[in-house]
């Protein structure tokens, strides 16, 4: 009963952080995808966030460009100690610093494509449901991936009515996620089956 409490709350702890993961890298891709600021997602984005980011934008400085380094850094830090913790209380000890290095890297790419996997999936369904939607989420999304859409688009033009760029940007995820993520999870060893719940 103790071991499957503890493993529930391991469980719940990794959730979590992965939440927050995902927000601060909503907040990365936002910003990288030149995505409204003043929309109310992205300020409350931005207001979820900001206590982790604010730290690292102090020795970091400003947002440079289209990446915003702080963020990156929040996120690997927040992922790199609760991966520690979690090796601790599952009593396997300290991993090596660099297993924990690949680890939280692998946690931040595979945050990434899971945005971007939601995203065009929404914006799929919202091409069909709701073509002209003004809601800020619609809105958000269409900015978010169409950066990385319009190149696709250059290379294959919409056919009509039927735009096939989003099937070529989700077999490019699945590639990148199973050969780059999935060799940084193997190459991570005991951290990166943590790092794959």
């Not at 927000?23 to 600021?37: E, I, P």
């Not at 102090?58 to 520690?84: C, H, N, Y």
């Not at 096939?164 to 996620?177: E, G, K, M, Q, Y």
């Amino acid at each position: 009963m103790g071991s499957q409490l503890g493993n529930a709350g391991l469980l719940l702890v990794n959730t979590l952080v992965n939440i927050y993961l995902f927000l601060l890298m909503l907040r990365f891709l936002l910003q990288a995808s030149r995505a409204d600021y003043y929309n109310p997602i992205s300020q409350s984005v931005v207001r979820i966030t900001q206590p982790a980011v604010r730290p690292f934008q102090a020795f970091l400085g400003p947002v440079m460009g289209r990446f915003d380094l702080a963020t990156l850094a929040s996120g690997f830090l927040i992922k790199l100690v609760a991966i520690i913790a979690i090796l601790q209380i599952a009593g396997y000890g300290m991993a090596p610093l660099d297993d924990l290095a690949v680890g939280a890297v692998a946690a931040l790419a595979n945050a990434v494509l899971k945005i971007y996997f939601f995203a065009l999936i929404v914006m799929i369904i919202l091409s069909w449901v709701a073509p002209q939607a003004n809601h800020p989420g619609a809105i958000l999304i269409m900015q978010l991936v169409e950066p990385i859409m319009a190149p696709v688009r250059r290379v294959i033009p919409p056919l009509g009515m039927l735009d096939l760029s989003p099937i070529v940007v989700f077999i490019a995820i699945s590639l990148i996620d199973g050969i780059v993520v999935g060799s940084l999870i193997r190459a991570a060893g005991v951290v990166g089956a943590l790092v794959g719940l």
